[in-house]
C-alpha cells in the first residue's frame, strides 16, 4: 500500500507564501498522476494542480499563476509552492496520487491526511 504524509502547512498574511509536501512511500508498479486538491468549511473537495507521470500540469483557473506544481522523482516526493496566498486559498490541502499495483491492478489512489492552510491578516 502507499501511503502519503503532507507537511508544509500553517499560517500566513495575504500576499505571502508556503510550500507543501507530499512523501509517498510503499510500492508503486506504475504513476499515473499526483495532485493537490484542497476543501473549505462546508464546501467540496476541489482539484487545485495536477502532474501527470510524463509531467504535464494541470491548474484550477483560481491558481494560476500563482501556485506550481512539482516533483521529485528521487524522493518521491510532490510539492505544491503557493505564491500571491489570498484568503479565499484558506482550506484544508490533500495530497492525492493514482497508481497501479501491478500490470493486472485496476488504477487506484491514495490521500494524504491533509493539511490546514489559513490565509488571514
Known amino acids: 500500500q502507499v501511503q502519503l504524509v503532507e507537511s508544509g502547512g500553517g499560517l500566513v498574511q495575504p500576499g505571502g507564501s508556503l510550500r507543501l509536501s507530499c512523501a509517498a512511500s510503499?510500492?508503486?508498479?506504475?504513476?499515473?498522476?499526483m495532485g493537490w486538491y484542497r476543501q473549505a468549511p462546508g464546501k467540496a473537495r476541489v482539484m487545485v494542480a495536477t502532474i501527470t507521470s510524463g509531467g504535464t500540469t494541470n491548474y484550477a483557473d483560481s491558481v494560476k499563476g500563482r501556485f506550481t506544481i512539482s516533483r521529485d522523482d528521487a524522493k518521491n516526493t510532490v510539492y505544491l509552492q503557493m505564491n500571491s496566498l489570498k484568503p479565499e486559498d484558506t482550506a484544508v490541502y490533500y495530497c492525492?496520487?493514482?497508481?497501479?499495483?501491478?500490470?493486472?491492478?485496476?488504477?487506484?489512489?491514495?490521500w494524504g491526511q491533509g493539511t490546514q492552510v489559513t490565509v488571514s491578516s
Open positions: 492525492n496520487v493514482n497508481y497501479r499495483r501491478s500490470w493486472y491492478s485496476d488504477v487506484t489512489g491514495s
Open positions: 510503499g510500492s508503486i508498479f506504475s504513476l499515473i498522476s
